[in-house]
Structures are given as structure tokens and as C-alpha cells.
């Protein structure tokens, strides 16, 4: 079935830096959705893809189809945005299926 | 605006005892829904979804059922629980199908014993 690899597992980060957290696929997705779930569990929409970049502040998203991955940028790295981010592709079936990866727990520390 | 409701908000229950969660969409008409379980620690896993009244469909077999009784009414049940019931319970909706976003309600925490 479909696979989602999602790298790292942990993060940490000083205020006001960045990282990237990334997903590989082991089959062609139509689109990526990212997501942080916060202390109380709720998911919170960060991004949608069907193909390309978006931008958000200090957040941008990037989905590459043909070679089945998609990343996360995230810059000026603030307290509230310790939480799991996890990325969720939806595959071939349009069936409105989302596999998750494993979820990248991100610390920012002051 | 749409929004999207989880009841209970938390429920500890006993092993063998019935279970039954319910999500409410308000402000959209025939939604797509969706439920999700997350074992403590773990990622998400997709359930069931229902794309209209009355037709529900499994993705996991876990010993759960799931109903549509309503259009903006999502139900998610058993008669049995299992101690590997426990964990986080989430419903979703999107306008269609597939290639779409897909909005994520509160979440029910289920604790078996």
C-alpha cells in the first residue's frame, strides 16, 4: 500500500532559526496536506498541495509528484510552533484516503 | 463558516462495554467525512468515510463500525471495546472526495480498561 516517510522523527530548534522537514513517497500521490497538531491533539491545516510551492509567513511547502516527496520550511522558528507536524498524502484511489507519516515532533527552545 | 463538533470529549470506558462517538458538520451540506484513529504516541490512520447519507465505507478493519444517519451527522461505534480501542478518535470533512482539503474536528480521547 501507499507508504509516507516522514524525516526527522524530533527536531529542535533555537528561536529565529529554520530547518525542513521532509516526506517520501513509495508511490505517486496526487496531493500532500501538512498539518501541526498542537498539546490538546487538534490538527491545525498548515498547507494543501496538488503540485508546486506555497507560502505561508514563516512557513512554506513544497510538493514534488514526479519524484514522490514534499517538504516543509520553516523560518524564525517561535515558541508556538513547538507541536508534531505531520504530513498526509492522498493517493491514486480518490477515495479522499490520507496516509500520515509518522510525524516530526519539533521543540523550539528560547 | 463551517464547523465541525466531537462528542464526548473524552470517555474511559471498560473493556467489553459498548462505545459510540459522534461528529457534527455545521454549515456545509453533504460533506464528505471521515474518521482517523491515533494510538498515543503514534500517527493517524484513516477509518472509514462516507460521501453521502446512508453509505459509509471501511478502510481498517479494526471491530468498529461507523454510520451515516444524517447528512451533517457521523457516528463511529461497537458493542465490544478492546483494550487496543484506546486513543485518539478524529473526524474530518472535505467538499469532495478527493483532491481536497480535508478540515479535522477536536477529537474524542478514548481510554480502554
Known amino acids: 500500500g501507499d507508504q509516507v516517510e516522514q524525516s526527522p522523527s524530533a527536531l529542535s530548534l533555537h528561536e529565529g532559526t529554520g530547518s525542513a522537514l521532509r516526506c517520501n513517497f513509495t508511490?505517486?500521490?496526487?496531493?500532500v496536506q501538512w498539518f501541526q497538531q498542537n498539546s490538546r491533539g487538534s490538527l491545525i491545516n498548515l498547507f494543501y498541495l496538488a503540485s508546486g510551492t506555497k507560502e505561508n509567513g514563516r512557513l512554506k511547502s513544497t510538493f514534488n509528484s514526479k519524484e514522490s516527496y514534499s517538504t516543509l520550511h520553516i523560518r524564525d522558528a517561535q515558541l508556538e510552533d513547538s507541536g508534531t507536524y505531520f504530513c498526509a498524502a492522498e493517493g491514486g484511489t480518490n477515495t479522499g484516503k490520507l496516509t500520515f507519516g509518522d510525524g516530526t515532533v519539533l521543540t523550539v527552545k528560547p | 463558516a463551517q464547523t465541525i463538533h466531537q462528542w464526548p470529549v473524552a470517555e474511559i470506558k471498560a473493556v467489553g462495554s459498548p462505545l459510540s462517538l459522534g461528529c457534527t458538520i455545521k454549515?456545509?451540506?453533504?460533506?464528505?467525512l471521515y474518521w482517523y484513529w491515533q494510538a498515543t504516541g503514534g500517527t493517524l490512520q484513516q477509518l472509514f468515510y462516507s460521501i453521502t447519507v446512508g453509505q459509509v465505507e471501511s478502510v481498517v478493519q479494526l471491530n468498529l463500525s461507523a454510520s451515516r444517519p444524517k447528512d451533517d451527522q457521523f457516528i463511529l461505534s461497537t458493542e465490544k471495546l478492546l483494550l487496543s480501542h484506546s486513543g485518539f478518535y478524529l473526524c474530518?470533512?472535505?467538499?469532495?472526495?478527493?483532491?481536497?482539503?480535508?478540515?479535522f474536528g477536536p477529537g474524542t480521547r478514548l481510554l480502554v480498561l
Open positions: 474530518a470533512w472535505s467538499l469532495s472526495r478527493g483532491q481536497d482539503t480535508q478540515y
Open positions: 508511490t505517486t500521490m496526487r496531493a
Open positions: 454549515g456545509k451540506s453533504s460533506p464528505n
